[in-house]
Every structure is written in structure tokens, then in C-alpha cells.
């Protein structure tokens, strides 16, 4: 628990130097290489890839991917689908080694990691105001992690109904409930903070609208987390990595992000929480 909490707090340091860096871009770099390594991790857990070509695409997909934020549509379209086009090439010259099922692997793997854990840079640039962006990324990481933190101490102290055993044994159901009470409480309080803090009359925080996005929120990282869990499961590992004593890999620390981030970017710009 000891290695947990420093390895957490450093972390969390490193994360939000970057977050407050005045270069815009800066957590642009940072979610470029957040995607390329998760792509990476879960790539060589799977062991889906054979040949070398197909994971460095994958990879440097990957790494493009945050930067489709500041390209304009016309760009990501020919990144995509030149992407897809070295897929299909290398399937069709190394055909007898490379199974048209795993470059499907690859390509749903690479593309919803990189895509969803993309949403981070471009949630930050998102809302009127610069603090706006940086409030969405907040949020949509307090939503994610408060559930689990949430769902961890209160599964341990009350747990007694196991919520998915085949696939993740220490998840109960009255965690889930718990971690979704401490995600939305703790997510009305970032609101709260936000509006009296820093808004400071300029603006509104619409309380309604955090509390229903918290609340489809802190479910959905837990989807993330059981379909990050039965990849590990199958593939008879622990963890992703080690990059993180105690917390595993890259992987392991955002998965639970991996439908929080697109669900929170797409509400926001169609419904901003801040007015």
C-alpha cells in the first residue's frame, strides 16, 4: 500500500505540472506518449502481434492520435485511412503469417485505446474559457478514479455480493454502488470549487448536468476496467506492465478512463457544463 500511495502521488505531480505547463500542447506530447505506451502494453500482453510491421504501426497510430485535436478534418481522414491501408498491405504481403483475424485485433485494439485516451488533449482545449478545458479533464479523471477509490474502501469494508467473480473476484456490487456515491459527490464538489474559485461570478456551473454525467460516468469506468481485466485474465497476467510500482502499467492506471474520456468530451461540447 506504501509503494501504492508514493508511486500515486508522484504521478499525480507529474500529471499536473504538465496540465498547468502555458504551453497548450504540452499534455498533447504527454497523451501521445500515454497512447503509444498503453498501445504497446496491451499489444505485447495479447501477444496478437507476429509481425514486427503491424505493432509499429499500431504505435505510431497511436502516437498521432492526440494530435488529431489540432489537424483539421481533412488531416485525420488521410492519417486513417493511410493507417488502414498499411494494415491491409501488410496483410496482403505476409499473408501466411499474419491472420486477417489478428490485424482485426489490432486494429480494434490500437484504435479504441488510442482514440478514447486521446480525448485527455482534447477535452483541454474544449469550453469558452482556458480553465474550462483543464475543469473537463479534471472531472472526467475524478469520475473515473474516484469510483475505483470509492468502489476499493467500500467493497473492502462492506462487500459482500460479488459483481462480475469470473472475471474480477475483489469487485462487489456494493462497491459499485459505493464508487459510484463517492464519484458523484466528489464530482459535484470539483463543480462547486470551480465555479466559486475560479469562475467567480463570470460563469455558471450547471450542477444537474455533472450530477447525470457522474452518474453514467462512474459505470462506465468500471466497464473499462472489466474489459481491461478479461484481456489480463486471458492472457494470464497480473498487470499490464511495471511501470508503475504498485499500480502496474500504463494500461493498468487509465483503463477505466477508456469509455470515461469520449463520454465526457462528447457531452461537454454538445451540453457545456460550464455557461
Known amino acids: 500500500m506504501k509503494t501504492r500511495l508514493i508511486t500515486g502521488g508522484i504521478a499525480a505531480a507529474l500529471f499536473l505540472i504538465v496540465l498547468f505547463i502555458p504551453w497548450s500542447v504540452a499534455l498533447t506530447i504527454a497523451t501521445s506518449f ?3 505506451l498503453a498501445v504497446f502494453e496491451i ?8 509481425h514486427r510491421g503491424l505493432e509499429v504501426a499500431a504505435i505510431v497510430f497511436a502516437v498521432i492520435a ?3 485535436g489540432r489537424m483539421n478534418g481533412g488531416w485525420v481522414f488521410v492519417v486513417c485511412l493511410l493507417y488502414v491501408l498499411v494494415l491491409v498491405f501488410l496483410t496482403l504481403r505476409y499473408h501466411e503469417s499474419v491472420s486477417i483475424d489478428k490485424v482485426g485485433i489490432v486494429f480494434l485494439l490500437s484504435v479504441l485505446v488510442s482514440i478514447s ?6 477535452l483541454r482545449t474544449t469550453g469558452e474559457r482556458d480553465s474550462d478545458g483543464l475543469f473537463y ?7 473515473a478514479w474516484m469510483t475505483d477509490t470509492g468502489a476499493y474502501f467500500v467493497g473492502t469494508f462492506f462487500g459482500k455480493h460479488k459483481l462480475c467473480p469470473r472475471i474480477s473476484p475483489k469487485k462487489t456490487v456494493e462497491g459499485l454502488f459505493g464508487g459510484i456515491a463517492v464519484s458523484v459527490i466528489i464530482s459535484l464538489l470539483a463543480g462547486l470549487v470551480y465555479e466559486s474559485a475560479v469562475l467567480k461570478g463570470a460563469a455558471n456551473v450547471s450542477y444537474g448536468e455533472i450530477f447525470v454525467l457522474a452518474l453514467i460516468c462512474a459505470p462506465l469506468s468500471v466497464v473499462g476496467d472489466l474489459f481491461a481485466s478479461i484481456i489480463k485474465r486471458r492472457c494470464g497476467v497480473k498487470d499490464f506492465g511495471n511501470l508503475f510500482p504498485g499500480h502496474g502499467g500504463m494500461m493498468d492506471r487509465f483503463d477505466s478512463l477508456l469509455f470515461v474520456l469520449p463520454t465526457v468530451l462528447l457531452t461537454v461540447r454538445m451540453f457545456p457544463l460550464v455557461y
Do not use: E, R
Not at 117 to 122: D, I, K, V
Open 66 to 68: 492526440p494530435f488529431f
Open 137 to 143: 479533464v479534471f472531472l472526467a479523471l475524478l469520475m
Open 117 to 122: 485516451l486521446s480525448c485527455l488533449s482534447y
Open 34 to 36: 500515454i497512447c503509444g
Open 43 to 50: 499489444l505485447s500482453v495479447t501477444k496478437v502481434v507476429q
